[in-house]
């Protein structure tokens, strides 16, 4: 288990713009490639999976609710993943998560299942009205 500190998200008028952002500073990333996702969780709803990136290669993959929308990214000097949200909907409304998973999870098509994570950020709010 990692330490991951998310900021950004707020609220916004939909299609307006936001951009979250997860630190994570015990990462190794100059050896070690990691698999990093964001996923959401609604009022009364099940967390789900929105996007993920290799922090290596920066392999990417969303989604389809978001393709087209949201923008995965990282910075391996910063030990930083962001995403970028345009175009917001009211349905995009949740508390976003970052996590953190071994490289095998993005790569083996298990990016997607939050029991592949073993590190969670605290969350962070994103109201989109």
């Known amino acids: 288990h990692v330490q991951l500190v998310e900021s950004g998200g707020g609220s916004v008028q939909a299609g307006g713009t936001l951009s979250l952002s997860c630190a994570a500073p015990?990462?190794?990333?100059?050896?070690?490639?990691?698999?990093m996702g964001w996923f959401r969780q609604a009022p009364g709803k099940e967390r789900e999976a929105v996007a993920a990136?290799?922090?290596?290669?920066?392999?990417?993959y969303y989604v389809d609710s978001v393709k087209g929308r949201f923008n995965i990214s990282r910075d391996v000097a910063q030990k930083t993943m962001y995403l970028q949200m345009n175009n917001l909907k009211p349905e995009d409304t949740a508390t976003y998560f970052c996590?953190?998973?071994?490289?095998?999870?993005?790569?083996?098509?298990?990016?997607?299942?939050?029991?592949?994570?073993?590190?969670w950020g605290q969350g962070t709010q994103v109201t989109v009205s």
């Open positions: 015990e990462l190794i990333y100059t050896y070690t490639q990691y698999c």
């Open positions: 996590a953190a998973a071994q490289f095998r999870v993005c790569v083996g098509g298990g990016w997607s299942r939050t029991d592949e994570y073993n590190s």
């Open positions: 990136i290799t922090t290596g290669h920066g392999s990417r």
